[in-house]
């Protein structure tokens, strides 16, 4: 690991503005930050500590519904918060399918939204990515791509977003508030926070040099159930190969197909971004549920889908999961046990 300066920052302009220099990285639990510094893939020279910033570590709720919810929270306290669990048990869920009890103890929300994408080409040094070395080539297209993506890959990056948290923030509608370096603040909406790789892989998100993640808020939940379903290798421990976060809003009719009124649905471990396509939604609004009606859902989300070799078994996969996650929900429309054991 090459050597780096390290120092606390108290203040988050004081944060803003010493992470604005090229090589300045701000480094909240580190989860990601030191595994990729280690084998030197990323090279900071300062790492300014953000881990003691004031204000930054609670999950409150204001009189209109809203949630917000600071950077520094760690992903264990996040995932137990009684509020999160009773209001939004596709986020706890989400999160608690990710990592390990130690890691998710240390990761932060901000950071979590930033981690970095496993792509066994990224990780390897000896390997060409355009996202580590803009220009270099990609190695996952015509290689190793059993992990890679289906969906929203260029000819430069086909990296999967691998953020289990990020998927029930899509689907909740999350929105993220930043201080910038020159002390202004702003807010970007969850879906246009990651960007597509297109020719600049290396560029993931809108956040600019110096721009300090303060904490984001959810909108009250809407009706209907939620589910989190993470398909992965091993029962814990794994990256997803597939994930569905869902609300599905339907009427129980045991005899019948179930009349969904409203469903909500992002995937990950498929694309380049947690993967909403509101059209797929709109398909099975205000319907029975039909296996025509899935089959369309299905479809108009997967559109475009492509495999690269390794990870053609991703299209029918994601396509069943989807699909089953959506009609086992409509057809158990009890909302979830607070207690998170449903
Ligand atoms: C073995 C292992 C297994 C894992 N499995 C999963 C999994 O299954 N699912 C999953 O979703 N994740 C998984 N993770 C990833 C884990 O969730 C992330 O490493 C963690 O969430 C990152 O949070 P952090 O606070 O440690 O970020 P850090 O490592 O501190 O930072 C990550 C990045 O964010 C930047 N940053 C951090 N906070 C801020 C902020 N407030 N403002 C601006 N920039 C900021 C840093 O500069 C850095 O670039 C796994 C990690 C490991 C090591």
């Not at 970095?116 to 990609?138: L, M, S």
Request: charged share 20%.
């Amino acid at each position: 690991m090459k050597t780096f300066t390290y120092t606390r920052a108290s203040t988050v302009a004081e944060a803003a503005k010493r992470a604005t220099p090229a090589g300045a990285m701000p480094i909240a639990g580190g989860t990601n930050l030191l595994d990729l510094a280690k084998p030197e893939l990323i090279n900071p020279d300062q790492i300014i500590d953000i881990t003691r910033l004031p204000d930054l570590n609670t999950v409150t709720r204001t009189s209109d519904g809203t949630v917000h919810i600071g950077a520094l929270v760690p992903n264990a306290d996040l995932a137990a918060h009684p509020l999160i669990r009773q209001h939004y048990p596709v986020l706890s869920r989400a999160i608690l399918s990710g990592a390990s009890p130690q890691i998710r103890n240390m990761a932060t929300t901000g950071g979590n939204l930033l981690q970095r994408t496993r792509c066994i080409p990224f990780y390897d040094p000896a390997a060409r990515c355009n996202k580590r070395t803009p220009g270099a080539g990609c190695d996952a297209l015509h290689g190793p791509n059993r992990m890679n993506a289906i969906l929203g890959g260029s000819p430069s990056c086909i990296a999967v977003n691998p953020s289990d948290m990020a998927v029930a923030l899509r689907v909740l509608d999350a929105t993220i508030h930043v201080t910038t370096a020159a002390g202004t603040t702003r807010t970007i909406p969850i879906a246009d926070f990651h960007l597509l790789p297109g020719n600049t892989p290396d560029h993931e998100t809108r956040l600019e040099r110096g721009d300090i993640i303060t904490g984001l808020t959810l909108p009250p939940p809407p009706p209907g159930r939620q589910v989190y379903r993470k398909v992965r290798d091993r029962a814990s421990y794994a990256f997803a190969l597939v994930s569905v976060a869902a609300i599905i809003d339907a009427d129980p009719t045991p005899d019948a197909s179930p009349h969904i009124r409203s469903a909500r649905f992002a995937l990950g471990g498929i694309a380049t971004k947690p993967w909403r396509i509101p059209a797929a939604e709109a398909a099975l609004a205000d319907q029975p549920l039909t296996r025509d009606a899935l089959n369309r859902a299905a479809d108009l989300t997967l559109a475009g889908a492509s495999g690269h070799g390794e990870n053609d078994f991703k299209i029918p996969l994601a396509r069943r999961t989807l699909t089953h996650v959506i009609a086992h929900t409509a057809r158990n429309p009890i909302p979830m046990d607070p207690s998170g054991a449903t």
